[in-house]
């Protein structure tokens, strides 16, 4: 059923993408790489469905970006999101929601 599959991944990539900027400032290839890695493949973002989340999570006032420039002149600067207050109350929140539907749905699913 690969639409439910992606309707559910859907669901929850603004949570992981905010949880990942709260561990620490990240860079956009850098969170595509990890949550590859992390979820051993199961996540494959393309840049084309991050940055509309991360410009959401923006918009939100939850994150912030600034950029480094390298030391070497000749590199792209690069532009890391890092979690603001508001983010992180708001990631306490969706957490919580999300802890709640999971456990609900699985105890539905444990008894029928």
Same mark, same amino acid.
Do not use: C, H
């Given at each position: 059923? =690969?639409?439910?599959?992606?309707?559910?991944?859907?669901?929850?990539? #603004?949570?992981?993408?905010?949880?990942?900027?709260?561990?620490?400032?990240?860079?956009?290839?850098?969170?595509?790489?990890?949550?590859?890695?992390? #979820?051993?493949?199961?996540? $494959?973002?393309?840049?084309?469905?991050?940055? =509309? +989340?991360?410009?959401?999570?923006?918009? #939100?006032? *939850?994150?912030? @970006?600034?950029?480094?420039?390298?030391?070497?002149?000749?590199?792209? =600067?690069? $532009?890391?999101?890092?979690?603001?207050?508001?983010?992180?109350?708001?990631?306490?929140?969706?957490?919580?929601? *999300?802890? @709640?539907?999971?456990?609900?749905?699985?105890?539905?699913?444990?008894? +029928?």
């Amino acid at each position: 059923m =690969p639409e439910l599959d992606n309707q559910l991944k859907k669901g929850v990539l #603004s949570i992981i993408v905010l949880k990942f900027i709260s561990n620490k400032d990240r860079y956009g290839y850098e969170i595509i790489q990890e949550l590859d890695q992390i #979820s051993r493949g199961y996540y $494959k973002l393309k840049e084309g469905t991050l940055y =509309p +989340i991360l410009y959401r999570l923006e918009d #939100s006032g *939850w994150i912030e @970006n600034y950029r480094v420039v390298s030391e070497d002149d000749k590199k792209v =600067p690069r $532009k890391y999101y890092r979690i603001t207050e508001k983010g992180k109350e708001a990631l306490n929140e969706q957490l919580e929601t *999300w802890r @709640n539907f999971n456990n609900t749905t699985n105890s539905i699913f444990n008894k +029928i």
